[in-house]
């Protein structure tokens, strides 16, 4: 098989034409006019086909794809004095972040007030600027709640013996807390745009904050190979215009996050926050022909291309498209699909199969293959070929050999769970915030 792969002088053309499209002029290259699977002219070969193909699926005949090597160097990028908790946490909530956030609450705080100057006059006698020693102490405090539960705000500066917190009064008078997060902000509402507006952004109101963390999360550490992409769910039930209904999830009500995250660890690496069916996604150098949810795992793992990552995905991402464009940036991909996928090769879904058989098919370096254990399982991968490992299985007395693609999947898809669980006893979401 011919190399179908970018050089990183050509993959950074592409990515850098289509970041430039929106400060070009109209008449200049734009994303469409990039063709993100066509092969450098070399040996005669022909091109790799794009978007709507129709090429030949054939037997694999153990014929695997070509692996790029993995040139990253995973782990933390920044130099850290002491291993002490502070410490780690400092790299992500950094001066510079509370700084935004003071001269954000503070010029809110005075908006409110001189917009309502009669009726809060006792809210105005008892508010002062803050600063980031005390928003530090704040911060602090709201992160306790999240391992000291109780049933209201009020009852941390509990004054019974049996029911107190001391460590609460004694950092912070619970008046100053309540009026801190009252007029806690993450940026100017004079400047939001109106919802008619183009330019109007429904995440405004948090949009600096999103933008400091995130960059964060993606400087201070490089994943390992194996990366997934998958949903999260914050528990929110009141009222917002992009709340999401998911009953897999155990909130089943409230904010959808798109996260990118190493499989070993379940470090959140990048993460996008759903706003909307409609709103805008056109990452660089994206074709068009992947879909809404090949473009959400585009935009997550772009920055990652030409290093030879691994990316787990499940049926929702899982397109044909999806992994040859993916592919051809030295970052391949493996994920179930649904077996009405677009292109997907219908001979694999006809008729049943008995528990344990396997059927696959390739076509250049994907490979579709269906799996019949309690229920057919169908695959795609630019990852593995059609090879099996025995697994044992409970009331089984012989192990039962199942395709490799499969047994890697299971072990590299939960990135994005694990995730959820690290933080799961932590939880400090109210409806305030």
Not at 95 to 107: A, I, S, W
Not at 246 to 255: A, D, F, T
Not at 259 to 281: P, V
Request: hydrophobic share 35%.
């Amino acid at each position: 098989m011919s190399s179908r792969f970018y050089s990183p002088e050509e993959a950074y053309e592409i990515l850098a034409a289509s970041e430039s499209d929106a400060l070009a002029d109209s008449d200049t290259l734009t994303a469409s006019d990039i063709e993100p699977l066509s092969e450098p002219s070399s040996d005669g070969d022909p091109p790799p086909s794009t978007g709507r193909h129709e090429s030949i699926w054939v037997p694999p005949n153990m014929a695997a794809p070509e692996i790029p090597p993995f040139l990253a160097t995973p782990g933390i990028t920044v130099r850290v004095e002491d291993c002490e908790p502070v410490s780690f946490f400092n790299l992500f909530m950094s001066d510079d972040v509370f700084e935004m956030v003071v001269e954000q609450t503070n010029l809110f705080a005075n908006q409110y007030l001189d917009a309502h100057p009669d009726s809060h006059r006792h809210r105005r006698n008892k508010w002062h600027p803050t600063d980031v020693i005390e928003l530090k102490k704040i911060w602090a405090l709201t992160l306790v709640m999240g391992i000291v539960k109780k049933p209201s705000i009020q009852s941390y500066w509990h004054k019974n013996p049996i029911l107190a917190t001391p460590l609460f009064p004694r950092v912070m008078k619970r008046e100053r807390y309540e009026n801190l997060m009252r007029f806690l902000h993450f940026n100017d509402n004079a400047l939001c745009p109106p919802r008619n507006d183009p330019m109007h952004d429904r995440l405004y109101k948090i949009r600096p904050l999103i933008s400091l963390i995130s960059a964060k999360f993606t400087d201070n550490y490089v994943p390992d190979q194996n990366i997934s992409v998958d949903e999260s769910l914050m528990k929110f039930k009141g009222r917002l215009l992009f709340k999401q209904y998911i009953p897999s999830k155990r909130s089943r009500y409230g904010v959808k996050f798109y996260k990118l995250c190493e499989s070993t660890t379940g470090y959140t690496w990048a993460f996008r926050i759903y706003e909307g069916k409609d709103s805008h996604l056109d990452p660089p150098g994206c074709p068009d022909c992947i879909g809404t949810s090949g473009k959400i795992v585009w935009d997550l793992v772009y920055p990652l291309f030409n290093k030879g990552y691994h990316l787990w995905v499940d049926n929702y991402y899982t397109s044909i498209d999806l992994f040859k464009n993916l592919y051809c940036f030295e970052t391949l991909a493996c994920g179930t699909v649904r077996k009405n996928r677009r292109g997907f090769p219908q001979i694999l879904t006809a008729g049943k199969k008995s528990r344990g058989s396997s059927s696959s098919l390739r076509q250049e370096e994907v490979l579709a293959l269906r799996f019949t254990d309690k229920k057919d399982v169908y695959m795609l991968s630019t990852v593995h070929d059609e090879s099996t490992v025995p697994v044992p299985v409970r009331g089984m007395t012989e192990p039962l050999e199942k395709p490799k693609c499969i047994v890697d999947y299971s072990k590299f898809m939960g990135g994005v769970d694990l995730a959820d669980q690290c933080i799961q006893p932590y939880l400090v979401n109210r409806k305030a915030w």
